[in-house]
């Protein structure tokens, strides 16, 4: 099982930037997909969460700017981010609950890196 993610970037304050992530592999499902971001020195936090009925969750700080989405027929998740400020500025990781041959496990994707300038 794997997870790609692209559509990190350099992007304006009051900006917007879309994030893709897709998990491919032998999967039988997929649970809980999320995003995650970490910048140096501080612990990785949850940015938001969507479950596979589609139910959402988002951390405080980006409620109402973020959308999180997902695609189950290409086993992808979206984060649509929208108001970007420079405090968004991080490592943003994807993060899938794959049920695949092995049992079910967190996978993790590699990373896409976000700038917001001021």
């Known amino acids: 099982v794997q997870l790609q993610a692209s559509g990190g970037g350099l992007v304006q304050a009051g900006g917007s930037l879309r994030l893709s992530c897709a998990v491919s592999g032998s999967i039988f499902s997929i649970n809980d997909m999320g995003w995650y971001r970490q910048t140096p020195g501080k612990q990785r936090e949850l940015v938001a969460t969507?479950?596979?009925?589609?139910?959402?969750n988002y951390a405080d700080s980006v409620k109402g700017r973020f959308t999180i989405s997902r695609d189950n027929a290409k086993n992808t998740v979206y984060l649509q981010m929208n108001s970007l400020k420079t405090e968004d500025t991080a490592v943003y990781y994807c993060?899938?609950?794959?049920?695949?041959?092995?049992?079910?496990?967190?996978?993790w994707g590699q990373g896409t890196l976000v700038t917001v300038s001021s």
């Open positions: 993060n899938a609950i794959v049920t695949s041959l092995l049992g079910e496990y967190d996978y």
């Open positions: 969507i479950a596979s009925g589609g139910s959402a």
